[in-house]
């Protein structure tokens, strides 16, 4: 094998030449760092000789953006040697979450694909929305494109096929039929004995509905019909008549089928310069059920080494695996990454690139789809920064808004005074630099001194924004501008307010009033800036204010909770730490603890008869409605105000949304009457 030699830039650092020089012929990763020290691009490769030198070769043929790139950025290039391309694959996902390096596609973690677990295991199962895909023996269909695609499959569902909605603590908890019960929407097995064969055949029926045999199905409820006409039940003929047809609109819905009756994810692509766009279809069961369109910018690197990215992150963040996964060009490793997904998913899974025929079609149908996604973003990038220009030149700034940070603070009556920070970068919500502060220079009620108290605190971390907007009027303007005063970065960043509209004049029966719009405040201007209605630009600023307001008032209300939950249980007489965790272990909220009989809390570990019946009696002297929060994940082991920066724990809230949703089907049912 000849070694080509390495086109050296001519100012790269004796170190780094003598690293390019001495690269392993063993698979791993390679960090790329600039000369900060940062790391901006992560990759893999079989041979990291081969490939890291591959960026340097001679010849003019390799006209890719990035080289001249490197020739600026360079600093340095680390690499870790693993045992397989498989432990490469994973290294890779790994370290791009960490480093979050700038010129590699990046996928948000979490709260991404949207699909319905049914655990088939369960006396009586129900379906559940979640986000990732577990391998815990239950069965998960999807990926949804939306939450309006869930809810439309979950109507149609819950109204034909009458599985339960409620929570498996419920369930065991409920001692009377809900509204869906009342409005024919489910057999209430949480009270009445509800034989487990015919709730199985309804169970049976929604997995063929999800898995798209509408065929079969539609011929099962034809007879069952039938059947049901020939006893003279006719009511149920009617309602097995309207599912029928309610399947069947679902089925027109859906008119693209393809010969293969397989689950496919298509992926497409494409590019202009360093915008780039992905694209995938869905295919489940042989029939187009959604796509969807990931846009970034900003790419330097080869398409290839992208998208390899791109597939690894997509399945590694927890994606449903279908049978066969079609690509658009050639990347490296598909054998490997067949084996990986097919461990993962547990059954055979293709990852290939088709050259003819109906699956080649489908892969420029992907393509096709997503040159007009990158259409439509990058038409949306101009949109948004000619918003931001406009806002540069209304406020008087020195530089261009694409990044705000935007601050708030909330308390109540002067206790638990939070903040929160939010971000946004070219208009649009930058969520990886949301961040919650707990004030802790003084106590009491001083929106100013919380101000300079968290602005002061952000300009420590460095990485300053290009604007700094603080929820609020002159005083705190002032007292932000103190701030960065004192810190020496005056003249940095830009700041401004954006103070609310509110009533001013006579309130009274005789007296007149009038509202002062949303204004906007500027360090060197005694009056405040007023936009039009309806501004464009201003819009922006609104919705970040507004995104900082519930931001800090949900954080607010989690730590009340908290602080709240723990005042009740440390005053029952009898009840020290250790029973108290025993308890929430046991209940998991103090509105189930309140409804809790004595027999019920003597089955907490540590709790005899008479002690039980303490706390049942305390709990009903000391009721408070405003007290009975649910607790926050993580505050049953640490019983602090801390922990409830966590999520709430769902089985109540639940309930009421559940409540909420039989409420509108009654409508619904009302209205079709």
Known sequence: MIDVPVVLFPEMDANLREKLDSLPTAPGVYLMKDREGNVVYVGKAVNLRSRVRSYFQPGTSDTRSFVPLLDRILGDIEVILVDSEKEALLLENTLIKRHKPRFNVRLRDDKSYICLRLDERHPYPRLEVVRRIRQDGARYFGPYSSATAIRETLRIINRYFQLRTCTDAVLERRT???????????????????????????????VLFLEGKEPELVEQLRVRMRQAADELRFEDAARLRDQIRAIERSLERQRMVFSEFVDQDVFGYHREGPHLAFEILYIRGGRLVSARS????????????????????????????????????????????????????????????????????????ANRNAEQALVEARKKDRTNLELLERLQRK???????????????????????????????????????????????????????????????????GDLPDLFLIDGGKGQLHAARAALKDAGVLGQVDLAAIAESRIVGDTGPTGTTGRVPDRVFVPGLKDPIVFAPNAAEFYVLQRLRDE???????????????????????QIPGVGEKRRKALLRHFGSLRRIRAATADEICEVEGFSRALAERVVEFLARSRDPDRDSDLPEGAAQSMDPDAAVGEVVEDEATAAAEEAEASRMAQDVESSA
């Open 176 to 206: 009377r039929p809900c509204l869906l019960y009342q409005i024919k929407r489910c057999p209430a097995p949480c009270v009445f004995d509800v034989p487990q064969e015919e709730y199985r055949r309804s169970v049976r029926e929604v």
């Open 294 to 365: 990931f846009y970034f910018s900003g790419q330097e690197f080869p398409t290839e080494e992208l998208l390899s990215s791109f597939v690894d992150q997509y399945y590694g963040q927890g994606a449903a695996i279908p049978d066969e996964i079609l690509l658009p060009r050639e990347i490296e490793g598909l054998e490997s990454r067949e084996a990986h997904l097919s461990e993962q998913r547990g059954r055979k899974v293709r990852v290939y690139v088709p050259r003819r025929g109906e699956k080649r079609r489908l892969v420029e149908m």
């Open 395 to 461: 406020l008087g700034l020195s530089r261009l808004p694409r990044r705000i940070e935007c601050f708030d603070v909330s308390h109540f009556q002067g206790s638990l005074v939070v903040a929160s920070q939010v971000a946004a970068l070219d208009g649009e919500p930058d969520k990886s630099r949301y961040r919650h502060y707990k004030i802790k220079s003084f106590q009491g009620q001083d929106d100013f001194a919380a101000i300079h108290e968290v602005i002061s605190r952000r300009i420590e971390k």
């Open 548 to 570: 900082a307001h519930r931001f800090a008032i949900t954080f607010h209300q989690k730590l009340r909770r908290a602080v709240n939950f723990r005042s009740v249980l440390e």
